[in-house]
């Protein structure tokens, strides 16, 4: 059984800066992906970040680009989030998730289905 636990998140205002943590554990995988989605309310879950195992270049949602860096540490699953230049409209439920290593081959890591396993979310709220 993966466990996904996320870490981070809370009240920033507009142009601020918060980091996100995300730690994977309890399976190994050759290949995997890590990713950030987010929801917010009477929203669509919308992908924000990717990063594999093996690799290094991350992929990124347009509406992200710029400001947010995902990185990841090689020893283990884990992956930051460091979001800046904070928009109200950044407001959501941020969810880490981990798929298998064939989502950046098949190139779907945007699609939240794709996913596996999924953390329990935490909260980012901008204030303006």
């Known amino acids: 059984q993966v466990q996904v636990v996320e870490s981070g998140g809370g009240l920033v205002q507009a142009g601020g800066s918060l980091r996100l943590s995300c730690a994977a554990s309890?399976?190994?995988?050759?290949?995997?992906?890590m990713a950030w989605f987010r929801q917010a309310p009477g929203k669509d879950r919308e992908f924000v970040a990717a990063?594999?195992?093996?690799?290094?270049?991350?992929n990124y949602g347009d509406s992200v680009k710029g400001r947010f860096t995902i990185s990841k540490d090689n020893g283990v699953p884990t992956v930051d989030l460091e979001m800046s230049s904070l928009k109200p409209e950044d407001t959501a439920v941020y969810y880490c998730?981990?798929?298998?290593?064939?989502?950046?081959?098949?190139?779907?890591?945007?699609?939240?289905?794709?996913?596996?396993?999924w953390g329990q979310g935490t909260q980012v709220t901008v204030s303006s």
């Open positions: 998730a981990v798929g298998k290593g064939q989502i950046l081959l098949r190139r779907v890591w945007t699609l939240w289905s794709q996913y596996d396993y």
């Open positions: 309890g399976r190994s995988f050759e290949s995997y992906v």
């Open positions: 990063i594999a195992w093996p690799g290094t270049r991350p």
